[in-house]
């Protein structure tokens, strides 16, 4: 991960971000039987048998567990192993920033988009001035099913108002948020890929660029980008006998392609991180005001932190506004599709609200960052919970960050506590579901755990997580963090991953959970 070389797909589909089921890999030798938790020798007597013999196989002899499996009406433990040690958590993280944010904000906030003009347009629809497109970190603005067509809804608000000539800018201003577009952590290769996408405060389309290679008759490779608006420039290096490779150089927009693609490979595609939200959404508007014969004598520009935010201050004219889905529906986008840019972004919605109140009572300097200000706000609400600040230390909001820390013991109590609250719904109603949706639709598809475990995922390099609710065969709801670290999945002589793969390991652990009880 560390080797900026090339953007691998292998890179590009690791991480927390959500992205389809990985095609299954070749197949490969036959590998020496393991044990499952269905097999006989999982059958034990008790929950505590069962678990521990299971996490006892020779191949996590090196790995580090940790799991708590409690009661969620009395908070009796049914299970224990390293429940109080520190685990990366990966994107079980994105359950902290979750209950953080309906504490904070709740389910009902919503976030907008807001079209500014500096004058008021003279006769013959002339605006001597900009238009500032003012981001207020909406994570969805763009998305087909939460603001379809909103850059032609502005553009057509703009035209109401009988502008036909913009003799300024337009000023994609992205200072709602104070700090860098990326979570405290992320590391240079993910900020290449669509999980690491940009977490500004405006940004459209999940900040991402589509990256198609296609094989054609006379060569490979054929290399094309969208949106155009994104304006990737891509140098194409395709056509040596090299597995393809992608990068793009950290602050650079351009996207460098080499190798080919595998004689029996016709067509891939990829989902790499624009170069700048800002000004993709900024330029898809810019095309949307052309579509309405409305022309820009300026330029797009973005103003962002630490740049002094001087575009407001004149008293701008309000033209209109893009507002977001509530904050509920943006949990159910974030949990079941594991989205960091939507973690880190409302981890900065929580910032924002907190530096409205001035004082980082556990901090002799306040924070200089929405980033720091939301964590300074989820400490202060670790004791709300009943978590002791010395269980978690999180540097996002999302989990991408290998800084971050939770223990077992620390989830547990989160989900309990969260359990109990009136905005419990909302967070429960977003979590995936085994065997029907989000990244949990695939997993557990047939057995006890199906449309009964509901659970956060995680996945980092060497680190797996499952946290969350199941109903156990006796009809008790339990609560569980099942956390791995510092797994190495066993390979073959050619480098091949063998089965079973970590996160059945995890789904064995939980169907344990789902018959636990039965006669």
């Not at 609710?469 to 956390?483: E, I, N, P």
Request: charged share 15%.
């Amino acid at each position: 991960m560390r080797l900026v070389a090339a953007l691998l797909a292998s890179v590009l589909l690791a991480g927390c971000a959500s992205a389809p089921p990985p095609k299954p890999a070749p197949v490969a030798p036959p590998a020496p039987a393991v044990a499952s938790a269905a097999s006989p020798r999982f059958m034990p007597s008790s929950l505590a048998d069962g678990i521990g013999a299971f996490i006892a196989q020779p191949r996590f002899a090196h790995a580090q567990w940790g799991i708590e499996v409690v009661s969620q009406a009395t908070g009796a433990a049914l299970y224990r192993h390293n429940a109080d040690s520190l685990f990366l958590p990966a994107s079980n993280a994105k359950l902290f920033t979750s209950a953080l944010a309906l504490q904070t904000l709740g389910p009902a906030a919503r976030f907008s988009t807001t079209l500014y003009a500096t004058s008021a347009s003279r006769a013959g629809g002339v605006l001597d001035g900009n238009l500032i497109l003012r981001g207020g970190g909406d994570p969805s603005l763009g998305d087909a099913a939460a603001s379809p067509g909103w850059a032609d809804r502005l553009a057509a608000a703009v035209a109401a108002r009988g502008i036909r000539q913009v003799r300024g800018d337009l000023v994609a201003d992205t200072t709602y948020f104070s700090g860098p577009p990326f979570g405290d952590g992320w590391e240079a290769l993910d900020l290449q890929a669509g999980y690491g996408a940009w977490a500004g405060a405006l940004g459209a389309q999940d900040n991402v660029v589509h990256v198609k290679v296609a094989r054609t008759k006379t060569r490979c490779c054929d290399v094309t980008a969208d949106p155009v608006q994104a304006r990737m420039h891509i140098v194409n290096l395709t056509g040596t006998a090299a597995p393809l490779s992608l990068y793009r150089p950290p602050g650079s927009n351009t996207l460098y392609a080499n190798g080919s693609l595998p004689t029996n490979v016709a067509r891939r595609a990829y989902k790499l991180s624009a170069p700048d939200g800002a000004l993709l959404a900024a330029n898809l508007l810019r095309d949307a005001l052309a579509q309405r014969g409305i022309t820009l004598d300026g330029n797009v520009r973005v103003l962002r932190w630490p740049e002094a935010n001087s575009a407001l201050s004149s008293d701008p004219q309000t033209i209109a506004s893009i507002t977001s889905p509530p904050l509920s529906q943006l949990l159910v986008h974030m949990l079941k599709h594991s989205d960091n840019r939507y973690a880190q972004m409302l981890l900065q919605q929580v910032g924002v609200a907190s530096a409205r109140a001035g004082a980082c009572a556990d901090r002799v300097q306040p924070p200089q960052t929405s980033a720091g200000w939301g964590a300074c706000a989820l400490r202060a609400f670790l004791g709300q919970a009943g978590i002791d600040k010395g269980e978690v230390s999180l540097n996002d909001g999302s989990g991408l960050s290998r800084e971050d820390l939770v223990t077992p013991a620390a989830v547990v109590k989160l989900l309990r506590w969260t359990a109990r609250q009136s905005f419990a719904s909302a967070l429960l109603d977003a979590l995936p579901v085994a065997g029907i949706d989000g990244t949990l639709e695939h997993r557990m598809r047939a057995g006890a755990a199906t449309d009964n475990v509901q659970a956060k995922t995680g996945t980092l390099s060497h680190v797996y997580a499952l946290s969350g609710f199941v109903t156990d065969a006796a009809g008790q709801r339990l609560v569980f963090s099942l956390l791995l670290n510092r797994y190495l999945r066993p390979t073959d002589s050619l480098g091949r991953n063998l089965r079973p793969s970590p996160q059945s390991d995890l789904d064995a652990i939980a169907t344990m959970l789902a018959t636990y009880g039965a006669n």
